[in-house]
């Protein structure tokens, strides 16, 4: 199930004629309500793609009715035009769903710096509206219509003994990193939640799960999470239970956009332990994360822990040599300033790989969620432009 | 020509068994004087290789009489037993040579976290001793050992028409980075200069030179720079002339690390200008030069400029989305916030690619020196340990 698991939601998928290979390429989900509270949370990239631009201006009355996505263009570096295209689209789906367009936030996902094709855009917006469904077939196609080089669609669903759920669905494969992997992320719930409470739902959940998704040190210019809720369930839960519900959905999402990110041949969770702050422990991690030749090694099932010395040697944070330790698949290699054990002894040759590094400073920690870099990253990143 | 290009020094390269190949892996540099004034910089990873904590120690004198290196193994993450394997290399050095241990610098590259063969280490210091020679052979003989998987030598000699010259030797394919690419390198001056001026000279020159490589975001934990005065020539330089020699021969090596780092098949210069700050321009340069979907569109010879914009708009720099240009060997690409030319206007065939940035808000510029990310570097860095 997905966005349409939660009551209030519907949603549709279809070809506009965006992409030319004829496949799904505009998705639109719809909040019927009985509430519209609305949070989101955005790249940190400067350079702003201009859906961004206008769905942080929409944001700010912390209420959508609807979101429309589409594939096949980024609508980034497209200057004023390329907004008009944004606000044209949001336009016609408030037309459509006779609302205003101040309700419909706006996302896109493709190749930076080229115009959409407005009318396969406009006109597809009324195939999608015509479509509109509360099926798990509908949310799936949502799922499916927002994909570049996904190789599938990822979407999840997940209920509250209370009788309320979160259903998600996101896109991403490259360009995956901190501050919001690059990817689009449209999640919905059937709770009664405020706007404020919703909006900081959401930082706390993105804040340990998308935040700390970094497959290639890329921030794009258009990542977006928008969490939608409907109350369509009638109940109210407390603040935590909805963040604990919603950082699972959004976790995930993260493992599914790890397992189908570009060339991926290894699940890598970092997890750093014993540091002085959790920022520094967020340093080591991500430095190690998008350090080539720990990518490499990783991707050939080499243990090979001088590298992770020499990655989380360059990092921002307090660390002493003599108090790290480097524990690879629960063997630890490196300890006191030496070898701890012949590296043969830890077994990377599975797909899941646990790097778990303790600095021995403090009692702050956190985890990195990240992958390999292999033949097929290069190769899907060189041949084709994305 | 090489390190015994100028004046009073001799080199020797010998095979002293601490590679299985029984290629060079032993190198030797004397400083026949009369002078013997030494500078040096060193990584700034936290996790020092014990060959760096001892040559950074005895460099506290100012005054070098040898250099010994070796490849086959990188003595780093072992320990106190591996500080005293390069303590007693020191020796060992210091007695062939009737000097002392504190005159004499280590320098030691290969896979981390291994000890040394010290029986081959210190035997092969005998060979390397009586093999010590002014001559062009011996220099490239010394460059030679300290090669691990470069595939070709790296030296240079230029002289100044006052008299005086430098020569230079360099070794690094991978782990190239800010803050000193993974390199060893030993320069040599027959010019007479007093300490500190060398080492003013040496940090002037490294700043723009050395420390402005980044092939792949890694910093070793063995980088080092010796730089020796014979003043065997007799002649002391002005200070502005011998920095600005010594920049051109760093230069020099850096663009024969760069040709030769692994897998590269493109020399790419990111020039950025119009920055409020030198570290903005630098800041700016290393996150393109790091950035993984910049590098494998560089090795597709496809002029991505809309990664480029993604990769700056994530740099810790004053940006202005709509001040920055972006141009693509020779061709202005993007612009006052959006495209500015077809991409296919820019040719990426050859070898060469600049990509210069002008940031548009001030008047700071700095050049990094880059390459790009091939199957050949996932190649090399994941089928082999190193």
Redesign the interface.
């Known amino acids: 199930m997905t966005v349409t698991g939660p009551k209030g939601f519907r949603a549709a998928g279809v070809a506009a004629g965006i992409k030319a290979s004829g496949a799904l390429d505009l998705a639109l989900v719809v909040n019927d309500g009985p509430e519209q509270a609305a949070a989101g949370v955005f790249t940190?990239?400067?350079?702003?793609a201009a859906p961004v631009l206008w769905s942080q201006e929409v944001l700010r009355h912390q209420r959508l009715r609807a979101v429309v996505l589409n594939s096949g263009g980024?609508n980034?570096?497209?200057?004023p035009?390329?907004f008009q295209d944004t606000h044209a689209t949001a336009e016609k789906v408030a037309k459509v769903l006779d609302t205003g367009a101040v309700e419909v936030a706006v996302c896109s996902t493709g190749?930076?710096?080229?115009r959409l094709p407005m009318d396969a855009v406009l006109s597809g917006v009324d195939t999608a509206a015509e479509a509109l469904a509360d099926t798990p077939e509908a949310g799936v196609a949502a799922a499916t219509a927002v994909m570049t080089t996904d190789t599938k669609p990822k979407h999840t669903y997940k209920t509250h003994a209370g009788g309320w759920g979160i259903g998600g669905m996101a896109k991403g494969a490259?360009?995956l990193?901190p501050?919001l992997a690059t990817m689009l992320s449209v999640v919905t719930t059937d709770a009664s939640i405020e706007p404020d409470a919703l909006d900081a739902a959401l930082r706390a959940a993105t804040r340990v799960t998308f935040d700390r998704l970094d497959v290639?040190?890329?921030?794009?210019?258009n990542d977006t999470v928008l969490l939608l809720a409907s109350g369509a369930s009638g109940i109210a839960p407390k603040l935590d239970d909805f963040t604990e519900l919603l950082t699972a959905v959004c976790l995930d999402l993260v493992y599914q956009l790890r397992a189908d990110s570009e060339g991926a041949t290894k699940d890598v969770d970092i997890v750093v332990r014993g540091a002085a702050s959790e920022q520094d422990a967020i340093n080591v991690g991500r430095t190690v994360a998008?350090?080539?030749?720990v990518k490499?090694?990783l991707?050939?099932s080499?243990p090979?822990?001088?590298?992770v010395?020499?990655?989380?040697?360059?990092a921002q944070a307090e660390?002493d040599?003599e108090t790290?330790s480097i524990t690879i698949n629960g063997v630890t290699l490196?300890a006191?300033?030496?070898?701890a054990a012949d590296?043969s002894a830890a077994d990377l040759s599975g797909r899941a790989i646990e790097i778990l590094i303790d600095l021995g400073v403090g009692t702050s920690t956190a985890t990195i969620y990240s992958t390999d870099?292999?033949?097929g990253?290069?190769?899907e990143?060189?041949?084709y432009?994305s």
Do not use: Q
């Open positions: 940190r990239n400067v350079i702003k980024a980034a570096a497209t200057g035009g390329g190749l930076i710096g080229e490259g360009m990193a501050n290639d040190g890329g921030t794009s210019t998008e350090d080539n030749l490499t090694a991707f050939g080499d090979n822990w001088g590298r010395a020499m990655a989380l040697g360059r660390i040599p790290v490196f006191h300033g030496t070898t590296r870099l292999s033949h990253y290069v190769e990143n060189s041949a432009s």
